[in-house]
């Protein structure tokens, strides 16, 4: 059984601090790692996709892969109530299987 | 440009009853995915396709049933619904990175 988790949270930071979301897979041969925002009510949208081992930055977002310790994460820095919503880590594995965590809620305290 | 194009919105079913939600694409993407979101969880991946006339299950596909006869439609069969397929359904597609999601189908079965 192919397992992506997440730490369920709450997490919850005041504005201008960094967020760190973290996310593990089971399946070892999984090719390709997202991070999806979603707000309540709302469908899940993009931020960030990575495929080899390291870090990716996009803005105040920043991917890091580490494939032998089968981990993911994002920080999200100078965090800002607009980014209070629920993170979805999600792994894509040979088969494009895509696969989603339970999601970690964020809230970032004016 | 539609992208992802899911109907119905809502909809309250009987135990018992059968329905199809239907999903359309516009992007020309070889991947399609259907999931469903239960209250404060992740997203469950119920089946997938990889192209036309390819089909696979996902995580949870007990009670349910799908077709890709064509790239563009994707459609999702429940058959005998159950107070247990009340949930937001998700179909997505995917090109070569990011997927893209519809509006979601907001089902009650009672």
């Known amino acids: 059984q192919k397992e992506v988790e997440q730490n369920s949270g709450p997490l919850s930071v005041p504005e201008g601090a960094i967020a760190s979301l973290n996310c593990t897979y089971s399946?070892?041969?999984?090719?390709?790692f997202f991070w999806y925002r979603q707000y309540s009510g709302k469908s899940p949208e993009l931020i960030m996709f990575?495929?080899?081992?390291g870090d990716k930055e996009d803005g105040r977002f920043t991917a890091q892969l580490n494939k032998a310790s089968q981990y993911v994460s994002l920080l999200i820095r100078d965090s800002q109530p607009s980014d209070s919503a629920t993170y979805l880590c999600?792994?894509?594995?040979?088969?494009?299987?895509?696969?989603f965590g339970a999601g970690t809620r964020l809230t970032v305290k004016p | 440009n539609a992208g992802v194009t899911q109907t119905p919105k809502f909809r309250i079913l009987k135990i018992g009853q059968s329905m199809t939600l239907q999903c359309t694409q516009d992007?020309?993407?070889?991947?399609m995915y259907w999931y469903r979101q239960d209250p404060g969880m992740g997203l469950k991946l119920i089946y997938y396709?990889?192209?036309?006339?390819?089909?696979d299950k996902g995580e949870v596909p007990n009670g349910y049933n799908v077709s890709r006869s064509t790239t563009e439609d994707f459609p999702l069969r429940l058959e005998l619904a159950a107070p247990s397929q009340t949930s937001v359904y998700f179909c997505?597609?995917?090109?070569?990175?990011?997927?893209?999601f519809g509006q979601g189908t907001r089902l009650t079965v009672v």
């Open positions: 997505a597609s995917s090109g070569s990175t990011e997927a893209f």
């Open positions: 399946d070892r041969g999984s090719q390709s």
């Open positions: 990575i495929y080899s081992n």
């Open positions: 999600a792994v894509n594995g040979l088969g494009n299987d895509m696969r």
């Open positions: 992007m020309n993407h070889n991947y």
């Open positions: 396709s990889v192209g036309a006339g390819i089909t």
